[in-house]
Each structure stands twice: as C-alpha cells, then as structure tokens.
C-alpha cells in the first residue's frame, strides 16, 4: 500500500496544482491512500467548505490542518460533519471539531491524527506529545496503520517528537513550514519519518506569500497585510510504502513537482 501525504495546499492556484499532479502521481505511483494539508487552501489562511470539497473530489482520504484552521469564520459551519476533515488534537478540551479519524482502505484500518506544536506558535495547546501518545495507545489494538502529521515549527520538536512516536506510528510527517526538508528516514523501530513535506503553491514565493510584501515586512517591521503570490506553483509531498502483510514500512519518498 502507498500513502501520500501533500504539504500545506497554498490558496486556490495550490490546489489547482494538486488537480493537476494527482492523477499522474496516482498512476505513476499506485497511491492508494491521500492526505492533504489544507490550511492555507483559503486565500493562504483557513479553509473553506467549497474547498474542502474540492479535495475530497480529487480523491483526498484525509484533510488536516493547523494554526490556520479557525481563520475562516466558515469553519464552524462544517468541522464538525465533515467525517474526512481533522484539526491538531491537541487543542483544548471542547473545541469543535476532532484531531483524529479512522478510515478503511484496503482492507486496512488507517487513523490519521493531527497534531500542532508549541515551540514558536504562539496558540495556547496541550501537550503534543502526551495528547498524541494518549490517543495513539487508545487506538493501537483497533487500527492497523497510524499516521501523524505534526504541524510544527520548530525542528527540534518535530525530530523529537518522530523519535517519540518510533514503533508507536507507522508515519509523522511534519507540516508548517512549508519548505521541504531532506531528512526523510525510516527510524530503528520502524517509523517513517519526515520533519517536512514542503508545501503546494508558489514557487517564486516566501512560503506562499508574495515576495515584495514579505520583504517590506521584514524592512520596515510595520504590519502590511500578507498576500499569496501568483506564478507557477509547486507540488510537494511524500510518499510512503507499506507492506500488505505486516503493515511496516518499506519505502519513503520525497516528492517535489
Ligand atoms: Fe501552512
Ligand atoms: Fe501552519
């Protein structure tokens, strides 16, 4: 089995570049299962109803998010009916919405969880780590593959956390950042990990937004509003190999197109 997981989706031209990459990347590779971060699928911040059923209709198994998730007002309209749309786990008690799901493909049971960091974020979380091994234990006996997509800053939190998790989950991917890292690896117990995937929108950009604001910021520190910038888009994820029988991983790989 193959399972792809797509970097922060970068406003509406991002997930046009998915439309695009996905049947080629289906056929190329035999993906049997997608994960999609879809954050920033909003104009760069949030999601919106109309785009997540964009995704679900490309063939999307799972859609995560982040720090963005609350930043369309039209969330609340829908997170908590969507059966295919998570938001981190780790947020507090009460909050709409859930961190995990467990989906049959296969013949396999798959539970996705979605976590968020703490270091640099600036939102107020439980624990990532104790939340994530809490729900991972309360799911271990009834799944046969846990994935985690830890959207995090920091890569320290997000490397420890990948050890953490090491024969506990099948795959913790990192999201956030949106700048690819080539730390793929398949960890001693078995784990695949990954710090980042990279994200899914445009190219000549800083991490999606447009370049000319983003340096005016850092020039002149006064508050101008972030635009996502135009242009060719890029398409970054990664793709892990399961075994049918026993459910460990084979193969890890990092893709940019
Ligand atoms: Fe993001
Ligand atoms: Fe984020």
Same mark, same amino acid.
């Given at each position: &089995?193959?399972?792809?997981?797509?970097?922060?989706?970068?406003?509406?031209?991002?997930?046009?570049?998915?439309?695009?990459?996905?049947?080629?990347?289906?056929?190329?590779?035999?993906?049997?299962? #997608?994960?999609?971060?879809?954050?920033?699928?909003?104009?760069?911040?949030?999601?919106?109803?109309?785009?997540?059923?964009?995704?679900?209709?490309?063939?999307?198994?799972?859609?995560?998010?982040?720090?963005?998730?609350?930043?369309?007002?039209?969330?609340?309209?829908? =997170?908590?009916?969507? $059966?295919?749309?998570?938001?981190?786990?780790?947020?507090?008690?009460?909050?709409?919405?859930?961190?995990?799901?467990?989906?049959?493909?296969?013949g396999k049971k798959i539970a996705v969880i979605n976590l968020i960091g703490r270091t640099e974020m600036n939102?107020?979380?439980?624990?990532?780590? #104790?939340?994530?091994?809490? #729900?991972?234990?309360?799911?271990?006996?009834?799944?046969?593959?846990?994935?985690?997509?830890?959207?995090?800053?920091?890569?320290?939190?997000?490397?420890?956390?990948?050890?953490?998790?090491?024969?506990?989950?099948?795959?913790?991917?990192?999201?956030?950042?949106? /700048?690819?890292?080539?730390?793929?690896?398949?960890?001693?117990?078995?784990?695949?990990?990954?710090?980042? =995937?990279? &994200?899914?929108?445009? $190219?000549?950009?800083?991490?999606? &937004?447009? /370049?000319?604001?983003?340096?005016?910021?850092? /020039?002149?520190?006064?508050?101008?509003?972030?635009? =996502?910038?135009?242009?060719?888009?890029?398409?970054?994820?990664?793709?892990?190999?399961?075994?049918?029988?026993?459910?460990? #991983?084979?193969?890890?790989?990092?893709?940019?197109?």
């Amino acid at each position: &089995m193959k399972i792809l997981a797509v970097g922060d989706i970068i406003g509406e031209n991002g997930l046009r570049k998915a439309k695009e990459v996905l049947p080629q990347i289906k056929e190329k590779e035999n993906i049997d299962f #997608i994960i999609m971060n879809g954050e920033n699928s909003a104009e760069g911040m949030g999601i919106t109803r109309k785009l997540y059923e964009q995704m679900i209709e490309m063939g999307v198994d799972v859609v995560t998010l982040g720090n963005h998730t609350w930043a369309k007002k039209e969330i609340f309209t829908f =997170i908590d009916t969507e $059966k295919k749309l998570i938001r981190p786990a780790n947020y507090p008690e009460g909050v709409p919405g859930k961190g995990y799901v467990i989906t049959e493909k296969n013949g396999k049971k798959i539970a996705v969880i979605n976590l968020i960091g703490r270091t640099e974020m600036n939102i107020l979380t439980e624990n990532p780590f #104790i939340i994530g091994k809490k #729900i991972i234990n309360s799911l271990k006996k009834e799944v046969d593959i846990i994935i985690v997509d830890f959207h995090a800053e920091a890569s320290a939190e997000k490397i420890a956390m990948g050890y953490y998790l090491d024969g506990e989950a099948n795959i913790v991917f990192g999201t956030h950042t949106h /700048v690819q890292t080539a730390d793929e690896q398949i960890l001693e117990k078995g784990t695949a990990y990954i710090t980042d =995937i990279g &994200m899914t929108g445009p $190219k000549k950009s800083v991490i999606g &937004m447009d /370049v000319d604001v983003s340096i005016k910021r850092f /020039v002149t520190t006064l508050p101008e509003r972030y635009k =996502i910038a135009t242009g060719k888009c890029v398409f970054s994820g990664c793709i892990f190999e399961i075994n049918d029988d026993t459910c460990r #991983i084979t193969n890890i790989k990092r893709v940019k197109m």
